[in-house]
Nanobody, 111 residues
Framework: AQPVESGGGLVQPGGSLRLSCTVS????????MSWYRQAAGKQREWVAN???????SYATPVKGRFSISRDNAKNTVYLQMNFLKPDDTGVYYC??????WGQGTQVTVSS
């Protein structure tokens, strides 16, 4: 199955966005879900994980600003992004081991 990411957009530095990622099928609840991002000209990098027991982990650059959560009833994982910086600009993807890469959602942080 292919995740469908949404919620990206243009936001000013210091602003917030909430990304969503929905996946069809019955495998969602057993998957550790992750968010990744890729800036133009750079490699894709890991942002955050949420395991099927709700435990979370974050990359150092986003710790304290981003929050990952999930709703297994809706097959959806979220990424709440606060205090956004220009360095957060990129295409954001969600991923689980049972899923292929989706199209991503563009986040642009600029004044």
């Amino acid at each position: 199955a292919q995740p469908v990411e949404s919620g990206g957009g243009l936001v000013q530095p210091g602003g917030s966005l909430r990304l969503s990622c929905t996946v069809s099928g019955s495998l969602f609840s057993r998957n550790l879900m992750s968010w990744y991002r890729q800036a133009a000209g750079k490699q894709r990098e890991w942002v955050a994980n949420i395991d099927n027991d709700g435990s979370t982990s974050y990359a150092t650059p986003v710790k304290g600003r981003f929050s990952i959560s999930r709703d297994n009833a809706k097959n959806t994982v979220y990424l709440q992004m606060n205090f956004l910086k220009p360095d957060d600009t990129g295409v954001y993807y969600c991923k689980g081991i049972d899923y292929v890469w989706g199209q991503g959602t563009q986040v642009t942080v600029s004044s």
